[in-house]
């Protein structure tokens, strides 16, 4: 397989995509759908190659302090922690594990990664004007 070394939208390296991706905890959560679609899309890498990207992005959002989260649904918070393991290693597995198991490539609804600022925000505190990132 072919692999390309700089993405075709902004000519960036998959390394400086892994330092790239994290800046946005600061004011939003990351997707995984995000992180597989450019990495299939941009880089144009598959199977193998494909997982490993993944998986270096996912273990790079959480070396930054952010967890895996999804929509909550309490009508309190926008966002629910999901827990994937203990180590960043085991949650990433798992977080992997789950979306090749699905058989198809992540979407809106699926895993994301946010840091305690964005996960802990409740609609009231958005209503109150304190919201802190933009959705």
């Known amino acids: 397989m072919t692999k390309r ?6 000519g960036t390296t998959t390394e400086e ?22 990495g299939m899309d941009a880089f144009e890498l598959s199977g193998a190659d ?11 959002l959480l070396s930054k ?14 966002w629910k ?10 949650i990433a597995d798992a977080i992997i594990a789950e979306w090749l198991k699905s058989g198809r490539d992540p979407d809106f609804g699926g ?3 946010a840091l305690p600022h964005i996960y802990e925000e ?6 109150a004007g304190d919201r802190k990132f933009h959705s």
Do not use: C
């Open 5 to 10: 070394v700089w993405d075709k939208y902004y």
């Open 17 to 38: 995509r892994l330092e790239q991706v994290p800046a946005e905890l600061a004011i939003d959560a990351v997707g995984l759908w995000q992180i597989v679609s450019f």
């Open 50 to 60: 494909l997982v490993d990207y993944v998986r270096r992005h996912i273990l790079s």
């Open 65 to 78: 302090g952010a967890k895996p989260v999804r929509g909550a649904m309490d009508g309190v918070h926008y």
């Open 81 to 90: 922690v999901m827990h994937y393991g203990n180590s960043p290693d085991e």
């Open 111 to 113: 895993v994301w990664f």
């Open 122 to 127: 409740t609609k009231e505190d958005a209503k």
